[in-house]
Structures are given as C-alpha cells and as structure tokens.
C-alpha cells in the first residue's frame, strides 16, 4: 500500500521500518532530516516536505509528539489537510488531545478526507518488535482500509467505536490507570519498607498473586529496585498527558480525583528537583514523605 | 497434625474442611456452635470452649471477622494465651490490625509461644478450592512447622520476614491495591461511558493488554456490568480496611494520599445510600459525580 | 479625566456611573448596546464601536467577562491595541488569565502603549455602593494616572508590585481563598450537623470569635440557610477561576491540591445537578455526601 | 465557689490563676506537683491527690493534654468519678474526642453527677488575660451553675446545645477551620512567590480587605515571615487533633477531604523533617513542593 509516515521519533521510525519490512511502499518524513535518511537503507522514500510526501498516499500516519506538531503537520499551510487526496485517510497515532482528536475530525471530513484516530500502547522495544497494541476508532470502512498499517506494527487491533476520539479517550485513560499504578504501588511499597519488608520481596508477591500484570512487573520492579533513571517516561511527559486526560474530563463536567492528585504529585516531583526523572519517580516522593531516607 | 480451628465463617469454614481432607486431626470451635457441628461429617472434633480445643493443639489457626473477635478469643479469660500449650504455635490468618499483630506477637512471647501471622487473599470459592494465597511472617522454626496447614489450604505460601506483623502490612496493603483499582478504573470507564465508549469494550481491551490481571478482569467486568449486589465485599468491610491500612501508616509517620482519597469515597458512598453494595460502587459514586444516570 | 468604558455588566455598569458621578468624562461601549444607553442620563457619551470609544481616551478601563471577550475587544479588528493613543494606559479590571495579562503587557509594551491589571473584589451591590477593594499592578507611573479612576470606584487601592500579571495572580488566589473557606465550612458545618449541632449557632459563634471576617458572615449564612438559590456566583464561573488559577499555578509547576479538590467536588456539584445553585453549594455536596437528607 | 482544678500545663496554671484572682476557693492539683505549689502564692490549696481536690469540690475542672490523661484522671482509681459528690459538676476544658466526651457523659451520669463539655479557644497570652473563647454544651442547669468559671478565665462563653459533645465537635472542627486556613494559605502565599509577589506585601492585602480576621493575620505573618519556631503548636498536637476530627467524623459516616489532605500533609511534614515546627509549617511543604529555597 502506499502510505507516507509523518514523524520519525523513536517510536515512528521503528513503526515506518515494520511497514517497510511489510513490503509496503513508504514515503517518511521528518521534521530533521536525518532520521529520515536512515530509512533509505530499509527502502524508504523521502520526502522534501509533508506535501510531497502525503499528496499521493492512500494512508498518511502521523506520530508527531504532541498536539502542537500534529496541528501544525495537518492544518498548518502545505499540510496534510491541503494535500491529502479526497480518498486518503489520514490515521493519527500520536498521543494527542481528545480535543484535538475532534477537530481534525471536522477539518478533514469537510474536505471529503477520512481521519481515524489510532493511538499505541507500548515502549521503543516494543514498537521495535512489532508489538504494539493499536486502539483505533472511527469510521469502519477506513478502519479496515489501515488494517494492513495495523498488522504490519502491533501485535493486537482493538477498535473502540466510531467515533476517532474515543480512541484518544482510551489512549488518556490506558496512561491515566498506569499512574495510577505507580502511585498506589509507591505509597504502599514505601509503608512497606517502613515497616522493614524488602520491597524487591514484596513485589515479588504482589506480581505473582493477585497482579500478575505487566504494568505491576514492569513499575514494581522499578520502584523496588529505585531505578528511576534513565528516565524511559519523562516526568513532563506524564504531566503533558494528565493535563490531556483532565481536560477531556473537564470538557464533559467528569471530575477525576484520582488524575488530580497524581497531578500535584507530579508538580511536586518537578518542584522537588526530580524532573529529569521517569514519571514513577513520583513513588520516590512517596517514600521521601514518609520520611525514608 | 494436630490442629485447633477458631473462626468457622465463609472462610474459614472451607480452610478447616480443607485440612481435615488433608487427613489432619482437627478440632474446631466458632461461636455460633451450628457452623462446628456441620464439620464433624467431615471428621472434625468439636470442641465446646476456646480452652478445650486450643490445649492439645500443636497448631492453632485462628481465622475470625476482626481485631475484636481475635482479641477476645486470644487474650480474653480462656482464651489461647492462656492454654496454648509452651511449644504451641498461633498462626493468626484473619484481616487483623498491625497494631494487634504486634501485640498478639509480645503476649505469645512472654507465655514462650510462638506466633506467626498468616493472612490470606483470596475470597471463599478460592478457599473452598484450596486456592489461596497466603503471606506468612514470624520466626522461621514456627512457620516450617506450620507448612503442613499452608500446604492443605492455599495455591501459595509466600513468606515475607521475621516480623509477625510483616505479613499484615502486605495483607492491608495488598486490600490497598485492588482498592485502588477499583478506584482509578472507576473514575476511568466514567469518563469513557461520557464519550460513549461502551464500557464492556473498553474493560475488554485493557484487560487483554497491559492490564491482564484478575483484580482488572473481576472488578473492570462488576464495574461495566454495573453489577454492585450481591455484595462480594461490603462497603463496611471496606471501610474497616482501609482504617486499618491508614491506623498502620500513621504509626510510622506515613502519609498515603490516595488511602485517604479512598476512604473518603468509602464514605461518600455510605452516604449517599449504598451500604449494602459492593465495595466496588465507588465506581458507581465516579459515574453519578460525572453526571451518569 | 477622559475615560473611555468597555463592558457594562452588573459590575461595568456600577463602576462606570461611579465615575461619572465623581465628574470624569466617560465614553462607554457594551456588545448589547441598550445598557450604554442607559448611562446616557448620567451623562455618559454612547460609543458606536471599540475604535471610537478609545480613540481619544487617557484611560481605557475593560470589564469583561472572560479571557474570550477581553482578547477580542483588545487584540481584534478595530481594537484596543489598534486605537489606543501611544500616551494612553488600559486598566484591566476583569477577572482574567494569568497568561492573557501577560499578553496584553507584551502587546501594549510593543506599541507604545501602557497596560496596567486591576482588577476588583466585591460583588454589584458593592460596585454600585463604590466600595470595591483593588488590587493593582504594573509601571507605577501608570498606576499614578490612573488613580482617579481607582478612587472613584473603590473604597480601597493596594499596588501589589510592577508586573500587571501579579494583580491577576492575586484576584484568582482570592478566590481560591474564598472558595476553600466555602470547602472547609461545608464539611465542618455538615460534621456539626451529624452530630445535632444548630448550624446557625455554629456559625454565629464562629463569626463571633476567630472568624469575624466577612466571608464567613457571607458564607457561613448562606450554608447554615442552605440559601444557594439565587445564586451570587454561578458554579460554572466558580469553575472557570479554578481553572485559571490552576493553570496560572501549572505555568510556574506549583502544585495546589486544595484547589484541585475544589475543582473536583465543583466538577461533582456540576454532575449532581446543582449547575445553577450558587458556587457555595459544593456544602450541599458535603451534607449529602455525609449523609444528610 | 469551691473549685477544684486538676491540670496546670501551660493553659491551666494561667486559668486557675484567674479563678483564684476573682476569689474563688481553688484546690489544684497536678501530675508533677511543682506547678501546684507555684500556685499557693495565689492562695490556692494544694492536693496531694485528685481524691482529696476532688472531694468537696461544687466544680471539678480538667484541663489535661489528651484523651489518655483525662480517662485517667476522671476513671482510674482514686479518680474524679469515684469521689466528685452527687451534685458535683465535672467541667472538661481540654480538647479530647467526641467519643470520650460522650463516655464521660454516660460515666457521671450513672453515678448521679453532672458533666458538661467546655473546651476553650485561645492560646496561652490569652489564657493569661482572661481571654479564652469558651464553647460548653451539657445540661443547662449544670452550665448555669458553673458560670462564675467560666466569667472569670474567658472574654465570651457560647452555650452549643445540651449533648456535652457537641462542644468537643465545635472545638475539634473550629482546629479543622484554623488548619485549613494554614493549608489554603499556604498554597496561595508560595503560588505568589513563584510571580515574584511580596509575600507581606499579599498577606497585608488580604487582610485588610475580605479576610480581616485574627486566624488570617496571625497565620499570614508566620508563613510571610517563615517564622515556624519556635513553635505556638506543635506538629504533633496538630496531627493529634486532625486524627480526632478524623475519628469524630468516621463515627458519623462523614467524609471530610479536606481534612484527609491536611492530615497528609501534616504527616509529610513529620517525613520531612518539620516535626519540631510550628504545625503552619505545611506552608512551607507547600513552597519546598513548589520549587521554592
């Protein structure tokens, strides 16, 4: 299939390169330049700019990395809006607002174009391996239009609705029930260890028990063993997207106790000198406020 | 082995008929004698007082509804201080304070008692099964001792550290957790039944992504089913628990933020009328407060 | 002094007859042009458009409703930034964003002109009586001119420091300090009331002992009455001063937890039906959720 | 009036005083006798035990330190249960629970003697000049009859209702109000900070405008200032009387978030390293957490 790709971060150019391994014909672009140069060897075309590089596309991907790049990339002059074909569908996968999400659904379905909203759940490695798990919502014809996008990069297709935004929805709530995660295990690891429990044995049990998931395996092993850098979820990010998830919220009068704390918790890693941090971090707080060394 | 059984309620009633099958000599006493009678088809001994079945015990488990049933029946007048005999050992598995589990660890130490918490997750279709998991802390000697009870009863003994009251910490803590899924899922399929996302589809993603554990699929399934009676877990019993989670922290100085958030939405939902529901319908107090028929 | 009046709300229109009273020279403009007409008796000059009513003007003073409409008649076609003369100053007095105050310093300071914020405490009845308090900041020069203005209008003028965006960080931080006066006399006049207390003794005693402000007069009556109909200060006003102040404390990565728990149980209040009440009906929220009738 | 007064502390020596100066006949006692015999130059009478004080005594007063010190004093033996006459009166000033308020109630009046609750607002310079706020709930008889004490160590007395706890209640939640002054205050001084506002420059303004009350001046400057030590109250009273407001509020099914939150924070405070501050010291949690010194 024809298809360009828009945004080679680390999660796009492991995307791009799954489509290119899946012998479909890829046109990339991005905003430096290099990255995209590093994907002739994989067969890549490259684009001078996102005109050139959607005009022809029966798929144009964008996995920009926020609402910024993605509204300048789409509605912004030379964008994809101007130039995406009346048939091309325009599949976002970034995580951006649920806001967002809606407008571009308008924007483009007045030019007779297609958006779907698709939105990943994974790290680097596992883009990288094909095994992402893709939430898509929109239009169904358009969404098996993509179907062939979807196998080439993630490992399960769920779709949500029909609605694009619904995909946002679940991509803000996935990160929100994540943090949430975090800050349980954070307060309940750090009265762990004030009580002397070793909290690499504690999770241990938790992991093998009734959470047996690998959100639990993957932070408790973080929190226990206080490795909190190299930061593989920075701090900002984290606070980026539980501004999103509240705003969506707030759009539709939803109060989220919950997000908000782990809101002001984040604020107050960062005000304590722990932005360069991943966002589990906030667990270190946790234990700092219990008076842990 | 020689085995006293304190406590006969839905959980514990199915952990002695599991460790009579396991062809141990049993003696068993509860309060309301009828639960004890129906146990002696299964070869149970039933005793008439704490005393008469406690004194020959090597092992005695007590497993009873709260920090007040147990205090009475250990340190009250006949009560298993008082006739355990000096190489016997108390395994106490009920939900009990830390507090208690400290006090009830000092008593048995001065009489030359052993004492070891074992508490146990796990809800009685699993205990009718053999299934439970069990977090045991105490002296070592005490606990290989007990293994033969552990074995006959639970899916996994998992053993935390020399401190009794260890193994309370991780049971509270444990409550702790799943309180908080229900909590962070509750505020999250609200917000998604606001963007008309269907809420069975959406617990169906998470669940077979990153979030593939039982606490999500149990409680993420009541939650979309709206099903909040019969009660598996009352408001009350939750209510109980999280003062005991909050009591164990304030006596180390440990703040824990969303154990507050929680028991005040405990207490919301109390209420606002739903006592007799599920301890998960704080979901159903998140849907009302967005504005949810 | 020759003034130019944008905006004639419940406040604009008190303010604006104030200093016709005290013998300034006033053109006034309003979106709805019959309460400009009304000021005609008091022998205010009715401006046809923006451009025409601050073309000439040493002082232009806006009292708008929001962000929105402040942004429009400075920064749109034929607006203030346009036409104000290089010597002119424009007071804002309207409850706005941190962020937007900032802007308009930047947009005047690039054109020559002098921008001051000053906005006002107190309600109509204390607009129309001239007993506003303002807060006031930005170049002191400018503050100096534009003191016939506050002395016409107000029973009380405090220069809070040189940038303007400092007087908005003071108005939206008084509001949250009214707003979590109304949290905290919700749930302690509820508590009071579980346990029989007569709300109104309880308030009066208060009032008469180390709360004898006049907010808790103002709120302590209205909750003690459950008064919340009609409203002084709508909900969703309530909720747009949270959210500016919650967005003035993310730009400076502050966290405030109590004004996130204020935005909740509004968001709640909003979600329980209570959007036309006043604002103070989050004590409502916290008698039906303690169970009150 | 022949008064007995057990519990000289830093607030009782000062009220026993004034009750000797308008020529009461006061016998004291204390815990440590020191305190006692500074009082003979008062012309106090001096008891070797709470029997003897107690004995022939129209009104026993306590004013101790905590629940613990007066189930003592009033249940223990040899105390004022056991030996305060049949038309004896036991006046409570001290901040205890509710739930002990209310067992103290059913404790005298099964023993045919009266008790009224009559906790006291103010701190010692207060106490001193006879300035005490005093709120008493009871029998109204019993009230009447313990006037002169109250006339001679308080600037105003306020009668709350005939159940002795509903003054325990007013104490307790008039705390809550102080401390979410403290919180709320604290959140708006270090948000003022960060836009480079002069914090007495603010705390100046508020206090001549809306919030000209004591609790915000006195509490204002201590936070403007930093000045948390030494300290007018204690972390740990702080935390003492949150956990009481807690408990009074839990036994009535009342959730109070504010409360919780001001409880985390003042445990923070402890795990920071604050416990020897002045309890308003939270501000400065909240400034640290804002990235502020």
Not at 43 to 59: D, F, L, M, Q
Not at 185 to 193: K, S, V
Request: neutral net charge; aromatic residues 6%; charged residues 20%.
């Amino acid at each position: 299939m024809k298809i360009a790709f828009i945004g080679l971060g680390n999660m796009g150019s492991c995307m791009a390169r799954n489509l290119l391994r899946a012998k479909h014909d890829v046109t990339v672009w991005n905003r430096t330049p290099a990255k995209a140069e590093e994907l002739r060897a994989d067969n890549a075309k490259v684009a001078k700019s996102v005109t050139e590089a959607v005009r022809e596309a029966e798929i144009t991907v964008t996995m920009l990395a926020d609402d910024h790049a993605v509204a300048a990339a789409v509605l912004g002059p030379g964008g994809i809006a101007e130039n995406l074909p009346p048939s091309g569908t325009h599949v976002s996968m970034s995580t951006i607002s649920v806001e967002l999400a809606m407008r571009l659904a308008v924007e483009h379905g007045r030019r007779g174009q297609q958006y779907i909203s698709a939105p990943v759940f994974g790290r680097p490695e596992a883009a990288a391996a094909a095994k992402l798990f893709i939430v898509v919502a929109g239009d169904s014809t358009a969404i098996e239009q993509a179907k062939p996008v979807f196998d080439a990069i993630g490992q399960g297709t769920f779709v949500i609705g029909p609605k694009p935004e619904m995909a946002n929805v679940v991509k803000l709530t996935g990160n929100f029930l994540i943090s949430s995660v975090i800050e349980s295990l954070g307060e309940a690891i750090a009265l762990a260890r004030k009580y002397e429990i070793d909290p690499h044995r504690y999770v241990d049990f938790l992991t093998n028990a009734m959470f047996a998931a690998p959100v639990y395996k993957t932070y408790g092993g973080i929190i226990a063993d206080e490795r909190y850098q190299p930061a593989g979820f920075k701090m900002r990010l984290g606070l980026k997207d539980v501004r999103l998830i509240l705003a969506a919220a707030e759009a539709v009068d939803a109060p989220m106790p919950i997000a908000s704390l782990i809101r002001d918790n984040l604020l107050t890693a960062v005000g304590r000198g722990m932005e360069a941090l991943d966002w589990s971090a906030t667990a270190k707080l946790a234990a700092e406020n219990a008076g842990l060394k």
